[in-house]
């Protein structure tokens, strides 16, 4: 018996050595019957992952830091939602080999946001003003949440606020900000930095909510202050799980299972994989 070669998926970034999307994607792809294979790639810059995506005859790839805006312009398409955030997480390669770009991150975010709390109408202080902060502010005013970006640097802060017409203030300021979430977009307190906070944790009773971008550690040490503040807290792992299925969906055309992704990461996450 012949066994036809698997359809191939990659995701590039660098480092990608550490990156739980392949585990995922894996998962999924088996529970769904289809003979396909996503294997990481490490690449030195955005023109390899594009040559090499073109060369390999991959089906799509995952794009991932630093490389989401780099490759844009190496697209043959790129749709309107990426272009405003700035960023392309999805490469999808249609039938004639043409390469188009796609957002998932901002969907990501507000499907995994959803799951815990409902978006319209409420505040959001977004802390960070880089590329994930960017699909965050997208995500919160697509579902009618009123963002408010609150950066280190703030002239950063500043210009992305004026972008998606929202307030800034800087992050040596935040006493003064209150929201009914807080929003953590930046990578401080992920693996192996996970013993520090952005936020100092005598502001975090101003947000009922705080959520972390940040998926591993699932309890960063920003959840677990603002537990002990008494908030209610949402973990990065629906964002990441999300953004991965809407990935697949864009690829397949099909639903992913999307509570047998959740688990396997968790699993993993929670060192209940056996290694
Ligand atoms: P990404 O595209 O992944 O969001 P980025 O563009 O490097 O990454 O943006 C990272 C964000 O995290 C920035 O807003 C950065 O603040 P500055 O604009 O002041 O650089 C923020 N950030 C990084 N380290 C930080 C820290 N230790 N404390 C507060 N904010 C931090």
């Known amino acids: 018996m012949t066994r036809t070669a698997p359809t191939l998926f990659a995701l590039f970034g660098n480092p990608v050595g550490h990156s739980l999307s392949p585990l995922m994607h894996n998962a999924a792809y088996e529970r769904m019957r289809i003979n396909a294979h996503y294997m990481p790639v490490c690449v030195d ?15 799509g790839a995952s794009v991932t830091i630093p490389f989401k805006t780099a490759v844009m312009s190496l697209l043959d398409q790129v749709d309107d939602t990426s272009c405003t955030i700035g960023a392309v997480n999805t490469i999808v390669r249609d039938a004639n080999g043409r390469l188009a770009g796609y957002n998932t991150d901002w969907i990501g975010l507000v499907r995994g946001l959803e ?3 409902e978006i319209n109408d409420k505040t959001f202080a977004i802390v960070g003003a880089g590329g994930a902060a960017r699909a965050v502010v997208f995500g ?9 970006i609150v950066n280190r640097t703030p002239e950063r802060g ?3 606020a004026r972008e998606f017409d929202c307030l800034a203030y800087p992050l040596a300021r935040i006493a003064e900000v209150s929201a009914d979430c807080l ?8 693996t192996p930095d996970d013993g520090m906070s952005p936020i100092v944790k005598e502001v975090l009773k101003n947000f ?9 550690p ?8 603002a537990a002990q503040a008494g908030c209610a807290t949402i973990t990065g792992l629906g964002m990441f799980v999300h953004q991965g299925a809407e990935q697949i969906k864009l690829w397949t055309g099909q639903e992913p299972p999307r509570e047998l992704m959740k688990q396997v990461v968790l699993k993993k996450l929670e060192g209940r994989d056996g290694d």
């Open 45 to 59: 810059d955005a023109a390899e992952a594009i040559e090499r995506m073109r060369r390999l005859a991959l089906r």
């Open 115 to 117: 799951e815990s709390l």
């Open 140 to 148: 919160i005013r697509q579902r009618g949440g009123i963002p408010l």
């Open 158 to 160: 500043e210009k992305l």
């Open 183 to 190: 929003i953590n977009t930046t990578s401080v307190g992920m």
């Open 208 to 216: 009922p909510w705080v959520m972390d971008c940040v998926y591993n």
């Open 218 to 225: 699932l309890q960063t040490r920003l959840l677990l202050e």
